[in-house]
């Protein structure tokens, strides 16, 4: 069964304290893998998107890396105005009509 | 990069009465666009993929007599909400996927909030 999980559920930082967030994939045929940032009550923003393994993007103070079987969310030096939920999804299939949203990972950088 | 709109941002109905959120891609056109649901601190739910000038596909569990989706033009897609009940009240999200050199990118809406009185 295809399936995207995001972890942690939730990360509490410290301004300035570096991290990882996490999603796992299992899907059959691997079109995309996409980032989002949410923040309360708006829509989701695109940050990145990645399609092959070894691939790696960055903005600001993320940076997006994907293995054959995860992808990364680095964020570095973070500060409160990072503070979000961020979302993965993955696209799959021979159409690339599947889209699977993990659960969010809930991140609150604290002053 | 793109930009996907959608109105109204807040709607309030009455319980019984029907209501239409409009989701637009402004600066691309999309022969795909999805629909989704978000309740409080959780994450989306694809309620039903919009495909220009057929039918929409719907998610398991979601009726397709009470969420009407349109998709008329390869910049709307518009999703009725027809005879609402307060249990209908949500955030509701659209977005549209943008092919550019043989490869996808979602973009989604601001989101419209409704409340079902």
């Known amino acids: 069964e295809d399936q995207v999980t995001q972890s942690p559920e939730a990360l509490r930082l410290q301004e300035g304290e570096s991290s990882s967030l996490n999603c796992s994939y299992t899907?059959?045929?691997?079109?995309?893998l996409f980032w989002y940032r949410q923040d309360p009550g708006k829509g989701p923003e695109f940050l990145f998107t990645?399609?092959?393994a070894g691939e790696e993007k960055e903005k600001e103070r993320l940076k997006a890396t994907l293995t054959k079987k995860e992808s990364f969310l680095h964020i570095t030096a973070p500060k409160p105005e990072d503070s979000a939920t961020y979302l993965c999804?993955?696209?799959?299939?021979?159409?690339?009509?599947?889209?699977?949203f993990g659960s969010g990972t809930r991140l609150s950088i604290r002053p | 990069g793109a930009v996907v709109s959608q109105h109204p941002s807040r709607v309030i109905c009455k319980s019984g009465t029907s209501v239409k959120i409009e989701c637009r891609s402004l600066d691309f056109q999309a022969t795909t666009m999805f629909w989704y649901r978000q309740f409080p601190k959780q994450s989306l739910m694809l309620m039903a993929t919009?495909?220009?000038?057929?039918?929409?596909?719907?998610e398991q569990g979601v009726e397709k007599d009470k969420f009407l989706i349109n998709h008329a033009s390869l910049t709307l897609s518009t999703l009725t909400v027809t005879s609402a009940h307060p249990e209908d009240s949500s955030f509701y999200i659209c977005s549209a996927r943008e092919k550019d050199r043989g490869l996808y990118t979602i973009y989604f809406g601001e989101g419209s909030w409704l409340t079902v009185v």
């Open positions: 990645l399609y092959s």
């Open positions: 899907v059959s045929g691997l079109r995309g």
């Open positions: 999804a993955v696209q799959a299939g021979s159409s690339a009509s599947k889209i699977i």
């Open positions: 919009s495909n220009e000038g057929s039918k929409a596909t719907y």
